[in-house]
C-alpha cells in the first residue's frame, strides 16, 4: 500500500508564493510520474504540472512560468512552487503519483489535497 501526502496550502494573499510537498510512502520500489492536480469550486480537476523520472516537466498554459515543479527522488516526494498567485489560483491541489511497488505491480495513487487559497 502506498500513501501520498500533500502539505504547504494556506491562504495567501495575490501576487504573493507557497511551497507544496507531496510525499509518498510505503511499498515503494519506483515512483514513476508525479502530478500536481487542482480543482477550483464549481469546476472540473485540471492537471496543473508533471514531472517524469527523468526531470522531464510539463505545465498547463495557465501555470507555465510562474509555478515550477520539482522532485527528490531519494525522498519519494514533489514539490510545487508556485509564484506570482493570482485568485483564479484558487482550489483544491491534489498530488498523484504512479508508484511500482516491490510486487512489480504499478497503480496510480492520490492524495486528498490541500487547499490553496489566494484573495486579498
Known amino acids: 500500500q502506498v500513501q501520498l501526502v500533500e502539505s504547504g496550502g494556506g491562504l495567501v494573499q495575490p501576487g504573493g508564493s507557497l511551497r507544496l510537498s507531496c510525499a509518498a510512502s510505503g511499498s515503494i520500489f519506483r515512483v514513476h510520474s508525479m502530478r500536481w492536480y487542482r480543482q477550483a469550486p464549481g469546476k472540473e480537476r485540471e492537471l496543473a504540472a508533471s514531472?517524469?523520472?527523468?526531470?522531464?516537466?510539463n505545465y498547463a498554459d495557465s501555470v507555465k512560468g510562474r509555478f515550477t515543479i520539482s522532485r527528490d527522488n531519494a525522498k519519494n516526494t514533489a514539490y510545487l512552487q508556485m509564484n506570482s498567485l493570482k485568485p483564479e489560483d484558487t482550489a483544491l491541489y491534489y498530488c498523484?503519483?504512479?508508484?511500482?511497488?516491490?510486487?512489480?505491480?504499478?497503480?496510480?495513487?492520490w492524495g486528498q489535497g490541500t487547499q490553496v487559497t489566494v484573495s486579498s
Open positions: 498523484n503519483a504512479y508508484v511500482e511497488l516491490w510486487t512489480g505491480t504499478t497503480r496510480n495513487y
Open positions: 514531472i517524469f523520472s527523468d526531470g522531464t516537466t
